[in-house]
Nanobody
């Protein structure tokens, strides 16, 4: 079955960087776009970035533009989110998601906390 497992979250100080990973299994990974979302406490889940199956095209949303970079390794069935110049507003649980055969599948999320 489809499984997504995020990792790499943690506590960092403002201005620092963090790289999140998402390991995928259970589907033809290279055929599907992958997306990072995040959800801060008390807020709606929001789009962060998406990448096509080939990895040739990426899209960023909101404050992720210019600071974050999404990438993927199809051989390893992994996606990544490199986050730079982090601010306290980036504090959230970060999720990866795939839409496979019409259904959305989510990982369990990884907590990112940006605080001095």
């Amino acid at each position: 079955q489809v499984q997504l497992v995020e990792s790499g979250g943690g506590l960092v100080q403002p201005g620092e960087s963090l790289r999140l990973s998402c390991a995928a299994s259970g589907f033809n990974f290279n055929l599907y776009p992958m997306t990072w979302y995040r959800q801060a406490a008390g807020k709606e889940r929001e789009l962060v970035a998406t990448i096509t199956g080939s990895g040739n095209s990426t899209t960023y949303f909101g404050s992720a533009k210019g600071r974050f970079e999404i990438s993927r390794d199809n051989a390893q069935k992994m996606i990544y989110l490199q986050m730079n110049s982090l601010t306290p507003e980036d504090t959230a649980v970060y999720f990866c998601r795939v839409r496979w055969r019409g259904d959305a599948y989510w990982g369990q999320g990884t907590q990112v906390t940006v605080s001095s």
